[in-house]
């Protein structure tokens, strides 16, 4: 028997990884570390790969229920409407942003000031785009329990 939710965790997990790698590669660019650039890239490259590979079960699989759930009640269905299709267009913009980070790493000079400046903002990109998505993947989780809750007859 399988623990319901399980399977998200495990990319919301990679997601963190990839926010935590993000986050260590953006100080290494800012304090210009460049021993430890390329290969922090190249591992959020993967992060964030594993995030969308991990997710994309689930997202077939198993969200169309809550979708329907969520988009019946009045309450909740601005989180599907609204904030999962932001989600999924930040997302995708951030995938691609996240596989050229290792590619703008290895095809420049991150030691150089527009090597650096396009590594910096980069990953700036990425890090908002990340705490947006976080949010938004609450407000969905929470409406997604509060339109389970109110089909029950809780709500």
Not at 50 to 69: F, G, H, M, Q, T
Not at 111 to 122: P, T, V, Y
Not at 130 to 135: E, N, P
Request: glycine share 8%.
């Amino acid at each position: 028997m399988s623990i319901p939710g399980l399977e998200a965790g495990i990319h919301v997990f990679f997601a963190t990884l990839a926010a935590l790698d993000a986050t260590a590669l953006l100080a290494m660019v800012y304090l210009r570390a460049t021993k430890y650039i390329r290969p922090l890239a190249v591992a959020l490259a993967v992060l964030v790969w594993l995030s969308w590979i991990a997710v994309a079960p689930v997202y077939v699989i198993e969200y169309p229920a809550d979708r329907k759930v969520i988009l019946a009640n009045k309450m909740t269905a601005a989180a599907q409407e609204l904030g999962m299709e932001i989600k999924e267009h930040i997302f995708y913009t951030g995938l691609m942003l996240a596989t050229f980070v290792p590619i703008a790493a290895y095809g420049v000079d991150p030691a150089s000031e527009s090597g650096r400046r396009l590594l910096l903002w980069s990953l700036v990109a990425l890090l908002i785009g990340y705490f947006v998505m976080d949010f938004l993947g609450a407000w969905i989780g929470v409406s997604a329990k509060m339109a389970w809750a109110a089909k029950a007859g809780y709500g």
